[in-house]
C-alpha cells in the first residue's frame, strides 16, 4: 500500500479527491454500464475502508447519474472524467476509479465481476482472478 493521503482528481484539474484510510480491495468490473461509461473493456476500481474518502475540492462540479437498479457514478460535470460510484447496498461502497489516481495507489485488482456481459472484442486475460458471472456480492 501507497503512503497516505492517496490524492487523485479528475482530467481539469477542477475535482480532487484524497484517501485517508487504507485501501480495502480492488476489483475489475466488465458490465455494460463500466464498458459505456469508461469506453473500455472493463471498469478498474480500488476500495477504501469506510470513510476513508473524501471530496477536497471542486465538490460544486461533481454531477451524478444513478441508472436504475444501479449504484451512483459521479463525475466532473467541466470534463467528463468518471471518479467514483457509491452503492449504498455493497459493503465496500465506494470504488474509486483507479485511473484517477495521481501515484500508484498500492493495491491490484484481485476479482473480475459481471464476466457474463464482457466485450466480445476483447478477452478477458487468462490471469487467475477469480470470475463472478454477475456481482461479486451474490
Given amino acids: 500500500m501507497s503512503d497516505l493521503p492517496?490524492?487523485?482528481g479528475c482530467n481539469c484539474g477542477a475535482v480532487r479527491y484524497e484517501v485517508t484510510a487504507p485501501l480495502v480491495a480492488a476489483s475489475y468490473c466488465h458490465c455494460k454500464r463500466c464498458q459505456r461509461r469508461s469506453g473500455a473493456?472493463?471498469?478498474?476500481n480500488a476500495h477504501p475502508a469506510p470513510g476513508g474518502f473524501?471530496?477536497?475540492a471542486g465538490e460544486d462540479m461533481l454531477?451524478?447519474?444513478?441508472p436504475p437498479g444501479g449504484g451512483e457514478k459521479w463525475f466532473c460535470?467541466?470534463?467528463g472524467s468518471s471518479l467514483f460510484g457509491r452503492n449504498?447496498?455493497?459493503p465496500d461502497s465506494i470504488g474509486i476509479r483507479m485511473g484517477t489516481f495521481d501515484e500508484d495507489p498500492g493495491i491490484r485488482p484481485s476479482v473480475r465481476q459481471f464476466v457474463a456481459y464482457a466485450a466480445p472484442w476483447e478477452p478477458i486475460p487468462?490471469?487467475?482472478l477469480p470470475r463472478h458471472d454477475e456481482s461479486r456480492h451474490r
Fill in 54 to 56: 473524501r471530496i477536497v
Fill in 126 to 128: 487468462d490471469d487467475g
Fill in 63 to 66: 454531477r451524478m447519474w444513478q
Fill in 41 to 44: 473493456a472493463a471498469s478498474a
Fill in 6 to 8: 492517496l490524492t487523485g
Fill in 77 to 79: 460535470g467541466g470534463c
Fill in 88 to 90: 449504498v447496498s455493497h
